[in-house]
């Protein structure tokens, strides 16, 4: 998990003795091993994860774009553990790193009948160059130890708890740092926000913020990763349906594609006229309320769209087309939840022009990502 607990007694005790004598380990489950009556209501303020059904991240790592993106899906999964079963909920993680899928991993929670959220493993592929690599990180309660702690019910200053904390497999420690903080959400100010510090195996230091309502919202490792959530599912969603002039231009974005590839010059001219014409449309109070990464993107990709156009270079054109459709369908999403369907037209159309330039490994990625996407369904459903 870049983002369980102790496997008897003994290991308890251990964990005490490592925190200092201002902190309470509250992650006990080796003692007294919690209720799961409803396991799958998942709906701890600081960590709404039956809620919260769609997250977009975005940030840096080591100075490259970072976007994770985080759904519900529909299925439950039940884990055998310590001679019962608790039914827990699945999400999907995914993380792009400069466009290039680098880890899919399928997580599995639960909440007790005290509104503690713990976690039960994860099912995790690395990836390099669109293609499995490895399964690092992977684990699962029962198999191979107790579930983690995610989130206490009531976190206070100086608890310590353990996502994660399988011997000689994966380990994280976290202490509260303060429940009093703000930070700056998509729709202004978030108060009440949870700063965690994280310890994990490998002696690396996250920063941790969980915001109420969202769950964990930011993650810092200083010099190598900030990313932090720009939309989530229902928080953000803006109306029922996309506006008519931003369906036309993922439309028209989609026909560039075309036009670029039958070297239709003329014809390319006057749509990329039109596609400014559809945002311009969109409307300046309707931009002006959407999340603004998504706005920037969109204005790029339109403006560099236009200067290629206008050199008439097709394959460029073609290239950013598609760019252009994608950071529309992030748009999208924010009206009618993600739109996967589309999203996979695009990236069908992309692979095309990767498959032309025999870039094997970017056809992989494409590939890769798009059958992420088909396992997924649109959580607003």
């Given at each position: ?19 200092s ?5 509250v ?46 899906l529909p ?33 599995w ?23 499995p ?7 699962i ?22 996502p ?46 969980w915001a109420p ?22 928080n ?41 014409e559809?945002w ?12 603004k ?14 200067r ?19 950071a ?54």
């Amino acid at each position: 998990m870049r983002r369980t607990l102790a496997v008897g007694v003994a290991a308890a005790a251990l964990m005490f003795a490592s925190a200092s004598s201002a902190s309470l380990v509250v992650d006990d489950v080796g003692i007294r091993p919690p209720d799961f009556s409803e396991p799958t209501t998942v709906d701890n303020p600081l960590a709404p994860l039956s809620q919260v059904v769609h997250a977009v991240s975005l940030g840096e790592d080591h100075g490259t774009p970072l976007r994770i993106e985080t759904t519900l899906l529909p299925e439950t999964k039940s884990i055998r553990w310590k001679g019962g079963s608790t039914e827990v909920i699945v999400s999907q993680y995914f993380a792009l790193v400069g466009g290039e899928l680098v880890e899919v991993t399928y997580d599995w929670y639960a909440q007790d009948d005290d509104g503690n959220v713990w976690y039960f493993g994860e099912d995790v592929v690395n990836y390099k160059d669109g293609k499995p690599a490895n399964d690092h990180g992977s684990w699962i309660t029962g198999t191979d130890g107790p579930p983690g702690m995610l989130m206490p019910a009531d976190p206070q200053v100086g608890d310590v708890f353990h996502p994660e904390n399988i011997p000689g497999l994966v380990y994280e420690e976290d202490r509260v740092i303060s429940t009093t903080e703000t930070i700056k959400g998509p729709q202004g100010p978030i108060d009440g926000v949870l700063e965690v510090r994280e310890e994990r195996k490998d002696g690396t230091v996250e920063k941790k913020y969980w915001a109420p309502g969202y769950g964990e919202f930011r993650a810092v490792t200083p010099g190598e990763e900030d990313v932090s959530i720009v939309f989530t599912l229902p928080n953000e969603i803006q109306s029922d349906g996309s506006p008519f002039a931003l369906t036309e231009l993922q439309q028209h974005a989609a026909g560039a594609f075309d036009l670029a590839r039958d070297a239709r010059t003329e014809d390319l001219g006057d749509l990329a006229i039109t596609m400014f014409e559809d945002w311009r449309a969109y409307g300046a109070a309707e931009q002006a309320i959407a999340i603004k990464p998504y706005v920037k993107a969109v204005d790029d990709a339109l403006a560099r769209l236009a200067r290629v156009v206008a050199t008439r270079d097709t394959e460029a054109s073609a290239q950013l087309a598609i760019e252009l459709e994608l950071a529309v369908l992030d748009i999208m999403a924010t009206h009618d939840g993600p739109p996967d369907d589309l999203r996979i037209d695009a990236l069908e159309r992309r692979r095309i022009l990767e498959d032309e330039a025999d870039d094997r490994a970017a056809v992989a990625n494409t590939k890769a990502l798009i059958e992420v996407l088909q396992d997924r369904e649109n959580p607003i459903d």
